[in-house]
């Protein structure tokens, strides 16, 4: 299973609101997680399940969509919310999507 | 508190083999999946290897197959990743990750052990 996240980048200011997309090559069901990775750091895991919030997540952080689309939404933009975001499923196996760079201006 | 701490990672030439180790604690290791992602520089994140509870059932990326074995010992909370005929691009941040729950993602990372293969 093939996973295509978009906007390879997306710079937004803060208070904004940032949408990014992922999109399975085949249904993944709702087994599809959200991680933040910034620099240096360790990937966080979000989202599992599509839309469940791991635990010391913020509410500004959100996950929607079932089958093949789905979406991470980031309310509220703050300067720490700069990372890269991957989407990963894990229907059949395991896959990451490319991920999405949030740069905050 | 969950604890991941890789060892066993460096350098290496090309052909060669290694292995990493990942000391776990913090949970009831014996419970959960554990697997192996990298990362290579300037690239994302990528599945390596995954194994269930009982080590029984292993899983690997194609890149990946039949050059490393997964492992782990339950009694030692440690898992392992056999690497061998490394290639350049194995080069790579190894992380050993801990899954949430059955299909679920990796909710624990340890900090990542980094593998250059070059002569």
């Known amino acids: 299973i093939v996973l295509t996240q978009s906007p390879v980048t997306l710079s937004l200011s803060a208070g904004e609101r940032a949408i990014l997309s992922c999109r399975a090559s085949q249904s993944v069901s709702s087994f599809l997680a959200w991680y933040q990775h910034k620099p240096g750091q360790t990937p966080r895991l979000l989202i599992y399940?599509?839309?469940n919030r791991a635990t010391g997540i913020p509410a500004r952080f959100s996950g929607s969509g079932s089958g093949t689309d789905f979406t991470l939404t980031i309310s509220g933009l703050e300067p720490d919310d700069s990372a890269v975001y991957y989407c990963?499923?894990?229907?059949?196996?395991?896959?990451f999507g490319q991920g999405t760079r949030v740069e905050i201006k | 508190e969950v604890h991941l701490l890789e060892s066993g990672g460096g350098l290496v030439q090309p052909g060669g083999s290694l292995t990493l180790s990942c000391a776990a604690s913090g949970f009831s290791f014996s419970t959960y999946g554990m697997a192996w992602v990298r990362q290579a520089p300037g690239k994302g994140l990528e599945w390596v290897s995954a194994l269930n509870d009982n080590g029984l059932a292993t899983w690997y990326a194609d890149p990946v197959k039949g050059r490393f074995i997964i492992s782990r010992d339950n009694s030692l909370y440690t898992l392992f990743l056999q690497m061998s005929d490394l290639r350049a691009e194995d080069t790579a941040i190894y992380y050993c990750?801990?899954?949430?729950?059955?299909?679920?993602?990796?909710?624990?990372w340890g900090q990542g052990m980094m593998v250059t293969v070059s002569s």
């Open positions: 399940e599509a839309s």
């Open positions: 990750v801990k899954e949430q729950g059955y299909r679920l993602p990796f909710d624990h």
């Open positions: 990963q499923q894990r229907s059949t196996g395991w896959t």
